[in-house]
């Protein structure tokens, strides 16, 4: 259905915008990017704005303002996911015509009362996908994506839940859901290396099931650790993280690239932006970056 063939690395980092850029994300920005360049790749930038309920005015601005002033200049077009409607519903009405989704009228609560997890009750029941969510059908992909190898992670195994989800493609709301719009763009931007934060773990194995599905290759992983304020607790937009400094930038990338396993020697920190980027392109290596799913922040007062 969809197939690009690529030898030239090509990343991207696809930041929603809910909110500012924080520590966390900045981390994924800088580490997608860095994977790209010192491989003489592309870095595309994607706005996932999918879902109006989240975002907030503004931001996708401001994210790309960030960006800029941290030195991390994307390579084409910026992305804008809300305005490719018309290739989601192409693939769905093509997994649609091939039996590969179906309807499904189950609601979270519902859910819940039957064990906590789908486990697949409107398969066959052909309701219409008028007012209900479009369910992708597992049953269809030969070989179940049970576990994949992460570059940084090592291998990572799935549980049954994870396995055997007929995930949400569209929601009843009639929104697309993230698993289906990312593969999609991923596929059609060409990525060949998905690098982002060790929150995505748990994604990966359906969006694996997907490409399975639209018979493309599946890119390589990278996930990040995540940046945490105690065990378990990720900075996030949702949490009010403190939006970095696009003032004064350099303080905030060399925490980065120290979080990240590269700290800048005092004669670089002291330049700008570009500078410790081209430093870091050049010393780049996946290897140095801790293999933790997360790393608390020191308190500061």
């Known amino acids: 259905m969809l197939l690009k063939e690529n030898k030239q690395y090509i990343g991207r980092f696809a930041p929603s915008p809910s909110g500012p850029l924080h520590f966390g994300s900045l981390v994924a920005a800088v580490g997608s990017y860095l994977q790209a360049k010192s491989q003489h790749g592309i870095w595309q930038v994607r706005i996932e704005d999918i879902d109006p309920p ?10 790309l303002q960030t960006l800029q002033a941290y030195g991390l200049l994307w390579d084409g077009d910026v992305i804008y996911q809300h305005q490719r409607s018309q290739d989601y519903e192409a693939i769905l009405d093509v997994l649609t015509k091939q039996n ?8 979270r609560k519902m859910i819940k009362q039957q064990g906590g997890f789908y486990q697949g009750q ?12 479009l369910r992708i059908n597992l049953t269809s992909i ?52 998905v690098v982002r934060g060790a929150d995505l773990i748990s994604t990966t194995g359906k969006q694996i099931s997907l490409y399975q599905l639209l018979g493309a290759k599946v890119p390589s992983y990278v996930h990040l650790p995540l940046a945490v304020t105690a065990p378990g607790f990720k900075l996030s937009k949702q949490n009010h993280a403190t ?10 990338l060399l925490k980065v690239l120290a979080f990240l396993g590269h700290p800048v020697p005092k004669n670089i920190a002291q330049t700008n932006c570009a500078e410790i980027l081209l430093w870091a392109q050049q010393h780049w290596c996946l290897n140095n970056v801790p293999k933790q799913l997360e790393i608390q922040l020191p308190v500061t007062h």
């Open 243 to 252: 939006a970095v400094d696009k003032k004064n930038p350099v303080p905030t």
């Open 100 to 107: 590969l989704c179906y309807a499904c009228s189950c609601t």
């Open 54 to 63: 989240r975002e907030i005015a503004g931001a996708s601005e401001d994210i």
């Open 122 to 133: 409107c398969r066959d029941k052909q309701h219409s996908p008028v007012a209900n969510a």
């Open 142 to 193: 030969r070989y179940k994506t049970t576990h994949f190898k992460d570059k940084l992670q090592g291998l990572i195994e799935l549980d049954a839940t994870q396995v055997d989800d007929d995930f949400i493609i569209k929601r009843k709301d009639g929104l697309y859901a993230y698993n289906l719009a990312v593969v999609i763009d991923d596929i059609e931007q060409g990525v060949t290396e």
